[in-house]
């Protein structure tokens, strides 16, 4: 497969002199870079002796930099997840300690997070930049060494992972699977280092970051009080108002500060102004609103989706594609806004699949894991199978819309991840890795502070300048920081979390 050219750019009026695509050691992209600053310190100036300075002089050359990207293959999307989730079964193997024993002491509990970073966080970065040509390759060693050490370990018939936690332990390293890849995504896609063809999509196609936001919301459907049955003693408003309000000051929060700071923002993403915190608290408002048992929310969310897209097919997609965009609120946040149908049908659908996976019949038990493997294993390939079909005659798949065929392909590849770690329960080594732990107790937290951190790098850095080898050092000093600070919060015993 070719990748594509890095320094690709789209061009623009700005920029119709030069030719992207004969850049040579960085030289015509350093002159456009200058140009750029230049032309923008002269228009914004109130006189001629005094030029304004931008906190961020590239905006547009860094919003070029993940536009207009065709995206990857669903086979190699799903080889880069599957790593991740090697990865993390591998590193349990070789665990010879329960948590509560690592935390016995904070040095022996930063030791274990330690090696908890080297077997997982490292090799996925690696893979997912100076490694990306090997996906495959990675794929298949990771499951050869998976296999042998599950062997060695089996022959001296040492006891191996069971009881009644299993499925929940299994959910949790699933959760924070997805929030690993989304932590190292975030910042990583700011560098010449990181593939384009991972970057998300700009129309149609599929890629790595394409399921970022799909996951979170298909993540919070598979862990959520209605999956599980628990009623609160809350009305529904005053539910609505307690799980919404803190999204909604976080989604103000974001907007006040990427205006402020001049941050760059793709607008074809979610709009001028909708962000990631709106679409969840619209989710969130709307499953509140109409709240449907779980066994019944699947139905509801299956009428939506295919309400949805036969809007989508009758002309409403073309409405989103275009770059066309009036002064109104919903003009200029068409794709946040009508994405949203999506999105909650997604999280409806993935209420009743976790209810029919997990807490069927089980109030206060969950299902045996034999018969969760069998229905998750049915699930994936059933989902699989929809997707392949609605890709090819419906329409294909669209993260700016969340249309039908991409909403089958989130939650085809989520249920891939959760039932290979399901599939290696009977795996030895302990239950919960420390890292896996600091981050699953502080999900949220942990995406607050690899949001600010990348805020601060991209800030510092002209990171689509840097050299691959001072790429990679800022990438695992910036994964670094961020485990080290979520393991002290959960050292000091700091805990937020859905279960």
Known sequence: MVKPNPFTIVESTRFSAFDPFKVKNGVWLKALIFCNKFTTAFSNSSSMDSFPRSLNPNKHLREQFVSNLPGSSMLEVSALLNN?????????????QTVNDACRSLKSYLASVALDYVFIVLPTLLIF?????????????????????????????????????ASRASISSYRV????????????????????????????????????????????????RQARKIKSSM??????????TPLLLL????????????????????????????????????????????????????????????????????????????TDVISR??????????YWGMYLVGVQVSYYLFFE???????????????????????????????????????????????????????????????????????????????????LASFLVANLLTGLVNLSVDTIFV?????????????LTLCFVMVLVDFSGVKYKFW
């Not at 009305?235 to 919404?244: D, L, N, Q, V």
């Not at 946040?333 to 999506?342: A, D, H, V, Y």
């Open 361 to 443: 019949n089980h109030t206060t038990k969950q299902r045996s894991k034999h018969e969760t493997r069998i229905r998750i294993c049915l699930l994936t390939i059933m989902f699989w199978i929809l997707t392949l079909l609605i890709d090819r005659y419906v329409e294909r798949i669209s993260r700016r819309m969340c249309n039908l065929a991409y909403v089958t392909w989130v939650v085809a590849q989520n249920l891939q991840v959760l039932a290979l770690r399901l599939l290696a329960d009977n795996i030895i080594g302990c239950k919960t890795l420390c890292l896996e732990r600091a981050f699953d107790r502080n999900l």
């Open 333 to 342: 946040n068409k794709e946040g806004i009508f994405s949203l149908f999506g």
């Open 84 to 96: 991740v989730a090697l990865l993390m079964l591998l590193r349990h193997t070789f665990c010879s």
């Open 251 to 326: 989604g103000f929060a974001r907007l006040a500060s990427t205006l402020s700071l001049d941050y760059q923002v793709h607008v074809g993403e979610y709009g001028v102004n909708w962000n990631f915190f709106f679409t969840l608290a619209g989710v969130s408002i709307l499953t509140s609103i109409l709240n449907v048992p779980a066994e019944y929310s699947g139905i509801l969310g299956s009428v939506i989706l295919v309400g949805y897209q036969s809007w989508l097919t009758n002309g409403l997609n073309v409405y989103l594609l275009s770059n066309e965009r009036g």
């Open 177 to 224: 699977v997805t929030m690993f890849i989304t932590c190292l995504c975030i910042l990583a896609v700011d560098f010449r280092i990181y593939p384009r063809e991972y970057a998300k999509t700009e129309t149609y196609g599929t890629s790595l970051m394409d399921l970022g936001v799909g996951s979170f919301v298909l993540m919070n459907a598979v862990t959520s």
């Open 467 to 479: 050299s691959p080898l001072s790429a990679v050092l800022i990438l695992v000093s910036y994964s």
């Open 235 to 244: 009305s529904w408003w005053k539910a609505a108002f307690k799980s919404t």
């Open 129 to 165: 930049t100076v490694l990306a040509e090997w996906v495959y390759i990675c794929m298949i060693g990771l499951l050869f060494l998976l296999i042998f050490f599950t062997a060695v370990k089996r022959t001296y018939s040492l006891p191996y992972m069971e009881g009644p936690n």
